[in-house]
Nanobody, 118 residues
């Protein structure tokens, strides 16, 4: 089970760091991804990281501003978000993903709300 946290209200240009902590002993075996869903829009891929942390992928819309990293010792994956824009406003979710960066489960959990004011 995954729990996302760290969202909040921030002004444009600001930063936030999201955390996603997993339970169980197999966290380090999974590639992990962050997704987001803005009001009235479909959920979209944001970033992902391989199980060993050596490879990352980003959506074009966040490249150069967001950074994904993980600490398998504490079963946590992070999303560092810098230079935030109002269009980054969304509920952010984490999920275990397959090599095609598709979620392994339909259970998204509660997510964490990020609101960027202009």
């Amino acid at each position: 089970q995954l729990q996302a946290s760290g969202g909040g209200l921030v002004q444009a240009g600001g930063s936030l760091r999201l955390s996603c902590t997993g339970s169980g002993r197999t966290f380090s075996m999974y590639d992990m991804g962050w997704f987001r869903q803005a009001p009235g829009k479909e959920r979209e891929f944001v970033a992902s990281i391989k199980y060993n942390g050596r490879t990352t992928y980003y959506a074009d819309s966040v490249k150069g501003r967001f950074s994904i990293f993980r600490d398998n010792a504490v079963n946590t994956v992070y999303l560092q978000m810098n230079s935030l824009k109002p269009e980054d406003t969304a509920v952010y979710y984490c999920a275990a993903v397959n090599p095609r960066r598709t979620p392994l489960s339909d259970d998204w959990g509660q997510g964490t709300q990020v609101t960027v004011s202009s």
